[in-house]
T-cell receptor
Framework: KQEVTQIPAALSVPEGENLVLNCSFT??????LQWFRQDPGKGLTSLLL?????REQTSGRLNASLDKSSGRSTLYIAASQPGDSATYLC??????????FGGGTRVLVKP | GAGVSQSPSNKVTEKGKDVELRCDPI?????LYWYRQSLGQGLEFLIY????????KSGLPSDRFSAERTGGSVSTLTIQRTQQEDSAVYLC?????????????FGPGTRLTVL
């Protein structure tokens, strides 16, 4: 059974610092990995999707890497801003198209 | 619409009552998913519809839960004889399977409270 873990569970940084969020998964037979952002009381916003054949994806200040063989992904957010405060979730898709989620990392960027 | 929509946004019900939650996927998306987010269990898969294929119901927690998708578009998740442990946020997602790695797009969710 696929298990997804996100460490740390919570993170607090001063504005301007780079954020590093970690995600690990136990079964490397995945189709893709997706990073989401969730604001309090809201749904999930897709940030980046990395297909299993890719090593990384970039969008603006966000960069996500994928090492499928070791079961790890890292989301980097450069030059953090208070507006980046949210919970970040990673999820992997394996056979069956359904996503298995990690527990999330709650991020607070202090002005 | 531009994104996935869900209704109602909030639902409060009494234990033992039935509830229906609605999801309108992104137009043209062939796949539709229901997930549940609760404090104790995190985000977990419930059911998946793809085109005219039989749905994958492997995540439904009990036979009190059922879902249908009419005309390949709108979906309704029904919970019969609700229990307090059913209280959670129910999220719907859609995707265009086979394109760009099956990126899933989520709706805002329905917060269900069972008293």
């Amino acid at each position: 059974k696929q298990e997804v873990t996100q460490i740390p569970a919570a993170l607090s940084v001063p504005e301007g610092e780079n954020l590093v969020l970690n995600c690990s998964f136990t079964d490397s037979a995945i189709y893709n990995l997706q990073w989401f952002r969730q604001d309090p009381g809201k749904g999930l916003t897709s940030l980046l999707l990395i297909q299993s054949s890719q090593r990384e994806q970039t969008s603006g200040r966000l960069n996500a890497s994928l090492d499928k063989s070791s079961g790890r992904s890292t989301l980097y957010i450069a030059a953090s801003q208070p507006g980046d405060s949210a919970t970040y979730l990673c999820a992997v898709e394996a056979a069956g198209n359904k996503l298995t989620f990690g527990g999330g990392t709650r991020v607070l960027v202090k002005p | 619409g531009a994104g996935v929509s869900q209704s109602p946004s909030n639902k409060v019900t009494e234990k033992g009552k039935d509830v229906e939650l609605r999801c309108d996927p992104i137009s043209g998306h062939t796949a539709l998913y229901w997930y549940r987010q609760s404090l104790g269990q995190g985000l977990e898969f419930l059911i998946y519809f793809q085109g005219n294929s039989a749905p994958d119901k492997s995540g439904l927690p009990s036979d009190r839960f059922s879902a249908e998708r009419t005309g390949g578009s709108v979906s309704t998740l029904t919970i019969q004889r609700t229990q307090q442990e059913d209280s959670a946020v129910y999220l719907c997602a859609s995707s265009l399977v086979g394109t760009r790695g099956n990126e899933q797009f989520f709706g805002p969710g329905t917060r269900l409270t069972v008293l």
